[in-house]
């Protein structure tokens, strides 16, 4: 990893239709791409789709701002606290990519919203110094 930069922040947006369709064409792939926790949490809701596709696409960002892509589809959790901003939990693939490149999940800061159409979410990884 010599030479390998975080790229420290990542942004994602996903289409709540598509999210839709996927979960109704295929209701097995909320475990392929959540965990049981994320999915209680976005089917407590009338429009659990754009809980989904918000949880999604904090997936993504959280993979491009440590610069390691989608390498696992569930390697990372979306934590929800009462009155409190989301955070994740990293396992895996990713959590190992993570710990090479000197972030831990305490570094990872995300910020999720969405609309009827579509979810973004913005990860930043904050910390005084990046390892690299």
């Not at 097995?28 to 994320?38: D, N, P, V």
């Not at 407590?44 to 589809?73: N, P, S």
């Not at 994740?88 to 972030?103: L, P, S, Y």
């Amino acid at each position: 990893m010599e030479g390998f930069v975080v790229p420290g922040i990542g942004v994602d947006v996903v289409d709540v239709a598509r999210m839709r369709f996927a979960l109704e064409r295929t209701p097995r792939i909320r475990q392929r791409l959540f965990t049981e926790a994320e999915i209680a949490y976005c089917e407590k809701f009338r429009f659990a789709d754009r809980h989904f596709a918000g949880r999604w696409a904090a997936k993504e960002a959280v993979t491009k701002a440590l610069g390691c892509g989608l390498i696992q589809w569930n390697g990372v959790e979306v934590i929800r606290r009462p009155r409190r901003a989301p955070s994740v939990r990293i396992f895996g693939k990713i959590k190992e990519f993570a710990d090479r490149v000197g972030v831990r999940e305490e570094d990872l800061y995300l910020s999720i919203t969405h609309s009827e159409l579509s979810a973004v979410a913005v990860c930043v990884v904050r910390r005084e110094q990046i390892a690299g």
